[in-house]
């Protein structure tokens, strides 16, 4: 266990931890969690008597209740729109989490609203979303960018209205096409919760819920911010009954993840007796601000999303579309 993960657990603890010297362990937590955007999701934060983090928490309970706000007055605006369709969907991430009021939402910033909705439906469910005023979150898509994602992606490219300026992504997979890993849907939406019978928005279940979370920080991408997958993944795993905890790992295995959560759970645990995987090593260094690590996971992450010869196809066709046009 590094000193990093071993703070983080330590912050998932209340009380107070922090002290000015700038050499100590408690500064070395407070810049971390500052860094990963997630200070206000720490209880032995949220606890401190210190001026300066009382002053920063006040601000950031501020930001997240708009966020929270914002993201799910836009979960509402989506729902209405899909319903009339008659299209299901379900809802993820941290959209997931407030409108479920679970603990991972404390304190959390969120900026999108992520949904997962069955391949068949996309071309209605975009058509739809688009006649509500939806546009490209990015008006400089290219044909190639938008044949890509259809073809090659797990989500369409961003869209955003731009009255509320909240991004919505539409997936309709979990991983790319292309990646190596590739979860089956069909097994999520079979265990997938939907409250209201009148209603069209659904949940994972809660096992599939840190699965997800789990993929999401741990395969998907370059683990951009591991502080606060941290909290995201102790809190969703605190919210498992007994019964969901004994039978995770077959639960897994059913998805195709089971490394994905075998190291999700070295990750979270102090005291995990679980094998230390090669990627905590790389998330403990770059927790600790290592740039060789941030570039590292970053290749990584590109390299499971695609094969490398598809991987330098693309980066060219990207290069290329930036040059200046010969004149």
């Known amino acids: 266990m590094s000193l990093e993960r071993d703070l983080l657990a330590k912050a998932k603890e209340t009380g107070d931890l922090w002290w000015p010297e700038p050499a100590s362990e408690a500064r070395h ?7 990963d955007h997630c200070l206000a999701q720490s209880p032995a934060a949220t606890a401190s008597t210190h001026p300066i983090v009382a002053r920063q928490l006040k601000s950031l309970k501020v930001r997240a209740d708009h966020d929270r706000r914002k993201v799910l007055f836009e ?5 209405h729109i899909l319903a009339k369709q008659g299209i299901s969907f379900i809802v993820l991430k941290g959209a997931a989490y407030a409108s479920l009021g679970l603990s991972a939402a404390d304190g959390r910033r969120m900026s999108d609203l ?12 975009e058509s739809a979303l688009r006649e509500a005023g939806y546009k490209d979150h990015d008006p400089d898509l290219t044909p190639y960018d938008n044949a890509y994602y259809r073809e090659k992606m797990h989500e369409l490219a961003p869209l955003v209205h ?11 997979r979990l991983t790319p096409r292309s990646a190596r890993l590739q979860v089956p849907t069909d097994k999520l939406w079979s265990a997938a919760v939907f409250p209201d019978a009148d209603r069209p928005l659904g949940y994972l279940s809660p096992q599939d819920r840190f699965l997800h979370a ?3 920080a741990l395969y998907d991408g370059s683990v951009d911010y591991p502080a606060r997958s941290f909290f995201d993944l102790a809190c969703l ?10 039978g995770l790992m077959r639960r897994a295995a059913d998805l195709k993840l089971e ?11 102090p005291a995990s007796d679980r094998p230390q995987k090669w990627i905590l090593t790389m998330v403990d260094a770059k927790l600790a601000g290592a740039n060789w690590a941030r570039v590292l996971l970053y290749l990584r992450g590109h390299m499971l999303r695609m094969p490398l010869l598809q991987l330098a196809r693309h980066a060219g066709a990207k290069i290329w579309a930036r040059l200046p046009p010969i004149r």
């Open 29 to 35: 937590l407070y810049e971390m969690l500052v860094r």
């Open 162 to 172: 731009p009255l509320r300026q909240v991004t919505v992504d539409l997936h309709f």
């Open 237 to 246: 795993y605190e919210d498992l009954n007994a019964a969901d905890r004994q």
């Open 114 to 125: 992520d949904i997962l909705i069955q391949e068949e439906t996309l071309p209605r469910a």
């Open 259 to 269: 490394r994905v959560a075998a190291t999700a759970l070295a990750f979270i645990d």
């Open 214 to 216: 789990a993929q999401h």
């Open 75 to 79: 979960l509402d605006r989506v729902t």
